[in-house]
């Protein structure tokens, strides 16, 4: 753990931070290059990535205050507290997806080109992000046996210490890159638009299924409510892998813009 990476004068700059603003700004550079590899206006594509990126990151901090009402029942002012941690990606994702398609139709970019493009430089900012998990010390793992090797142990200054944990922000960090590259791999072979889109979504599903159970985290019923909604993201994403809902052929990259001064 190493929550804060340094402090200029009495300002502590969070580790967690500087990797979310890594994650963000390598991602929207990863999307970039990507459409522009395809032909497609990159500054046009990051633009969209960026608005979509901080409307998600309110979706995110929402969903973290849903999952734990208890921590804000006293001190709701920390609600705006982002410096502080506390943002879950399943709440990331349900209102980033939300604006993406708003700005897709003020920039008239298929919907399902621009999540295509998208998929693989949002699960590289979430293996990111979990690092930073890492390091500030959440979404720890359950206690396990102290024969796992690679089991985390934690400082004695962090209420996690005591007992070895499961490194569940490990597991899912290796996950998202495994899905990472196989989102990019199936990109150009894919047969209609949102075929990438859903498998990325259906991929992360079943990786938060599995981890979960070697996180931490209340349940509702056999199952976490991270795993409730993960199954759902599972069954929805498998329906439009095959095309069930709907199979949008792929589009060819718009003409060039003429120069200023050629004739039309």
Not at 62 to 85: C, H, K, M, T, Y
Not at 107 to 132: E, H, K, N, Q
């Amino acid at each position: 753990m190493h929550p804060i990476l340094m402090e200029i004068g009495s300002f502590p700059l969070y580790t967690y931070g500087l990797i979310l603003a890594l994650a963000i700004s390598s991602g929207l550079a990863m999307a970039g290059y990507l459409a522009h590899r395809r032909g497609w206006p990159a500054l046009e594509v990051v633009d969209i990535g960026l608005w979509s990126t901080l409307i998600g990151l309110v979706g995110a901090r929402l969903g973290f205050i849903l999952q734990r009402p208890e921590l804000f029942r006293d001190n709701w002012w920390q609600v705006l507290n982002f410096r502080a941690g506390g943002i879950t990606i399943i709440g990331a994702l349900i209102f980033g997806n939300l604006a993406l398609l708003l700005l897709c139709r003020r920039y008239r970019f298929s919907p399902w080109f621009c999540v295509d493009i998208y998929a693989a430089p949002l699960l590289w900012g979430m293996a990111l992000g979990r690092v930073g998990c890492i390091m500030q010390g959440c979404c720890a793992g359950k206690i396990c046996d102290p024969q796992v090797l690679w089991a985390f142990t934690y400082p004695v200054t962090s209420k996690l210490a005591g007992a070895p944990r499961y490194p569940s922000q490990l597991y899912e960090l290796l996950l998202d890159l495994g899905l990472m590259a196989f989102c990019l791999w199936l990109a150009p072979r894919a047969r209609f638009q949102g075929q990438v889109f859903w498998s990325a979504v259906g991929g992360y599903g079943l990786i938060r299924l599995v981890v979960e159970f070697f996180r931490e985290g209340a349940l509702w019923g056999p199952l976490t409510l991270a795993q409730w909604v993960s199954l759902a993201l599972v069954l929805v994403a498998l329906v439009g892998v095959c095309g069930g809902w709907g199979k949008p052929p792929l589009v060819s990259p718009p003409a060039p813009k003429a120069e200023e001064g050629q004739a039309s």
